[in-house]
């Protein structure tokens, strides 16, 4: 099935090609200052190649090497996307409240915004349906979502993606390891989807910035590519990333970890009587008894040098707090007992 292609894609010329691994002398793109043997590892006097990650990935989720684009997080992914997809006169298809990047990047790219309130409750999809029309290029879901948490069932993903077959499909999963749903089946029944996945909420690793998309086709990623800085992911990052893949046991029974302790918190919170929304997330959407609370206790709690996530006062989750979930046992007692003497002053 046909990509859109947008007009400002037409006009651009194709992306620079990634490095083969394979070449002995490297006279095209390759800086020509002499490396300093000792001073800097010889990886380091190449732009970077992306190959070897993209291999392993491709290799971990069961899919060729060209359906695989590194990229510097999930945010380069997400910016990629709307870049390559969106222009004046286009619109992408969200939810709201969403991750607060998405409305930036449609803004860059000069396309319009179109969402569906989803807070709480059943995911809103006739109603996203019914705003896809003849403009519309993107489609995109976060499953689990953020700020929210939660899972949109996969079959609600599914029929909505089946009414975007003249859009590119996005599902942004870059909490999907927090939840029972894997997005990779997606690829397989919707032609033009694309998952986007992250270091930063799988490995705890954002100081990497290192994520990556997966395509059911490949020309996507060739657009992408066309609007994208060459060689964004460093040399460290890209041996960083095969690195963790290597130690995945460990990484899932961190993750484990951390649902166990949503769970623990969640219920805790709960019976303080606090309002927590169900969460498929590493965090929790907290609500308080109004806007201004919510941004007392969130500054209170930073005096105990505990950082919360508070949102706007006149945004539709302008009353919640986001609360990641600590990992260890010491720091979730520590947020409790700081949390209790915060909110018992109020
Ligand atoms: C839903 C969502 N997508 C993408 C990102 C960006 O992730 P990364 O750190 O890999 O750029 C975030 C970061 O918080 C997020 O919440």
Request: aromatic share 8%.
């Amino acid at each position: 099935m046909a990509i859109p292609i947008t007009e400002r894609s037409k006009r651009m010329p194709l992306a620079y090609p990634n490095t083969p691994m394979d070449v002995d002398i490297q006279l095209d793109l390759k800086d020509s200052i002499p490396n300093w043997r000792g001073l800097v590892p010889d990886v380091e006097s190449s732009y970077p190649d992306t190959s070897t990650l993209q291999w392993r990935i491709s290799e971990k989720r069961g899919v060729s090497i060209d359906q695989v684009r590194v990229t510097a997080g999930a945010d380069d992914a997400l910016w990629q996307l709307i870049t390559a997809f969106l222009e004046p006169g286009l619109n992408l298809i969200t939810t709201s409240p969403c991750f607060p990047m998405i409305p930036r990047y449609v803004a860059a790219a000069g396309g319009e915004l179109k969402t569906c309130q989803w807070l709480d409750g059943d995911f809103p999809t006739q109603s996203l349906i019914s705003q896809i029309d003849d403009k519309t290029s993107v489609v995109l879901v976060t499953s689990p979502n953020n700020p929210t948490g939660r899972c949109i069932p996969f079959d609600q993903i599914l029929s909505l993606a089946e009414n975007a077959s003249n859009s590119v499909f996005v599902w942004d999963a870059v909490y999907a390891d927090y939840c029972n749903q894997s997005p990779l089946k997606i690829l397989d029944c919707v032609p033009n989807s694309v998952i986007v996945e992250s270091f930063s909420k799988s490995y705890g690793v954002p100081g990497a910035r290192l994520g990556f998309a997966i395509t059911s086709n490949p020309e996507i990623l060739e657009r992408m590519a066309q609007v994208a800085q060459p060689y964004s992911v460093s040399t460290g990052s890209l041996a960083l990333g095969a690195t963790l893949l290597d130690q995945e046991t460990e990484f899932s029974s961190a993750r484990q970890k951390i649902i166990k302790n949503r769970e623990l918190l969640q219920n805790w919170l709960q019976d303080q009587g606090i309002s927590v929304l169900p969460s498929d997330a590493n965090f929790l959407l907290v609500r308080s008894g109004s806007a201004t609370e919510a941004l007392t206790t969130c500054e209170q709690l930073k005096k105990k040098g505990i950082l919360v996530r508070s949102f706007a006062p006149d945004s539709e989750i302008g009353t919640y707090l986001r609360v990641g979930v600590p990992y260890t046992n010491e720091d979730l007692a520590l947020f409790q007992s700081a949390w209790m003497e915060v909110t018992s002053c109020q």
